[in-house]
């Protein structure tokens, strides 16, 4: 089945990451001058900012804040190293709070020097911690699986399979699942693993952006959507599916994006929203 088409901006949701030149001040204000309608804030914009005000200044211009970006890195192999993230995963819980973001996602980590079942039982068990203060303060905790090509270091969670097994075990309805196309495109199981992570309630978040063909950087060559190999709009057509009415989060990180003008790259992501989406 064929999604609906995008026609309107009332479902676009930017991360400040992706137009990483602009503070959060000129983000909220361009964001809103194009006709966005939402944004997921990531923590360095915060810094030296009251995040109270930053809040109230975002929603006043009409945007919703739809997450906070990012919390996690729970496994190491040194105690006082996961004592370190768990801290400041309870700070970020606390700026979501001030800022009024209702999610913060989660790049759970992962730890080269141990296996990655440890990681993963650190990640389990760094989430069960905080998840008591998530609940009091009404945020909450998406896990976002990453790429396999990052479970060196920056995730044991891989698939949404596995998201959705560690949700399922947390048990709160303060967990939930991110999903992002551009971590989860390549798996056979996807279609039948949002359904799952619809039916039991964790589908919190959808990211879009695309896959470069050939892929430069690692990290820092993530494509607009309609410039790579991604099924986007079937993924959407998915999550849609699943009962997901909230943003399409477009979060791309590229330094060949940043380099350009940011204004006439944001009037891109619109249209490839639009077209790609
Ligand atoms: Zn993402």
Not at 48 to 58: P, S
Request: proline share 5%.
């Amino acid at each position: 089945m064929n999604p609906k088409p995008l026609t309107d901006l009332s479902q676009l949701c930017i991360h400040t990451i992706t137009t990483k030149p602009w503070s959060i001040e000129e983000a909220v204000k361009n964001f809103t001058n194009a006709g966005v309608c939402g944004i997921t804030v990531w923590r360095d914009t915060l810094d030296g900012r009251n995040i109270r005000k930053t809040g109230k200044l975002i929603r006043d211009s009409g945007l919703e804040v739809v997450s906070l970006a990012r919390g996690g890195f729970f496994p190491n192999k040194e105690k006082s190293k996961r004592k370190e993230a768990i801290e400041d995963n309870l700070k970020a819980i606390e700026e979501a709070h001030e800022l009024g973001a209702p999610i913060i996602v989660l790049v759970c980590g992962a730890e080269p020097a141990q296996s990655l079942e440890e990681s993963r039982k650190q990640i389990h068990d760094g989430i069960a911690e905080i998840l008591p203060t998530a609940k009091k303060a009404g945020v909450k905790l998406a896990i976002e699986p990453l790429h396999p090509m990052y479970a060196d270091t920056r995730s044991a969670i891989n698939t949404l399979g596995q998201a959705n097994d560690m949700a399922c075990e947390l048990n709160s309805p303060f967990v939930g699942v991110a999903v992002d196309v551009y971590h989860l495109w390549w798996d056979p199981d996807l279609e039948q693993e949002i359904k799952r992570c619809g039916s039991s309630g964790h589908l919190m978040a959808f990211h879009v952006c695309d896959w470069n063909v050939p892929t430069n950087h690692f990290l820092l060559d993530r494509g607009l959507m309609g410039e790579g190999c991604i099924p986007i709009s079937k993924i959407r057509s998915w999550v849609e599916e699943a009962g997901f009415t909230g943003f399409n989060e477009v979060e791309i990180f590229s330094e060949k994006f940043w380099r350009q003008d940011q204004a006439k790259f944001l009037n891109k992501i619109i249209t490839a929203y639009k077209e790609n989406t």
